[in-house]
Nanobody
Framework: QVQLVESGGGLVQAGGSLRLSCAAS????????GGWFRQAPGKEREFVAS????????YYADSVKGRFIISRDNAANTMYLQMTSVKSEDAAVYFC?????????????????WGHGTQVTVSS
């Protein structure tokens, strides 16, 4: 089992920046690829970014490419999502997840462990 807890959400102005964190505990975090997903009210959960178990490979949704950066610190059992040039359409609950595999993936079905989410609100 892997337990995941997100933090860092809150209110951010459009054009601003925010960094989300995902703290992991339980089984070896560094063996698993990780990902961030988000869900806005009335919409389905969507993929945001994924990172390989070692952190060398990352993969982004087109909607955030060039604005968000996913990273991880395996020594600290933590994964991050640095959000910059935030837009109103980025407002959502953000979830971190890990998958029982080492490769990146944008498919939520590939992820076995999920956090409870952290809210990101964007003001104009």
């Amino acid at each position: 089992q892997v337990q995941l807890v997100e933090s860092g959400g809150g209110l951010v102005q459009a054009g601003g920046s925010l960094r989300l964190s995902c703290a992991a505990s339980g089984r070896t975090f560094s063996s698993y690829a990780g990902g961030w997903f988000r869900q806005a009210p009335g919409k389905e959960r969507e993929f945001v970014a994924s990172i390989s178990f070692g952190g060398k490979v990352s993969y982004y949704a087109d909607s955030v490419k060039g604005r968000f950066i996913i990273s991880r610190d395996n020594a600290a059992n933590t994964m991050y999502l640095q959000m910059t040039s935030v837009k109103s359409e980025d407002a959502a609950v953000y979830f971190c997840a890990t998958r029982a595999g080492s490769r990146v993936s944008g498919d939520s079905d590939d992820y076995a462990y999920w956090g409870h989410g952290t809210q990101v609100t964007v003001s104009s």
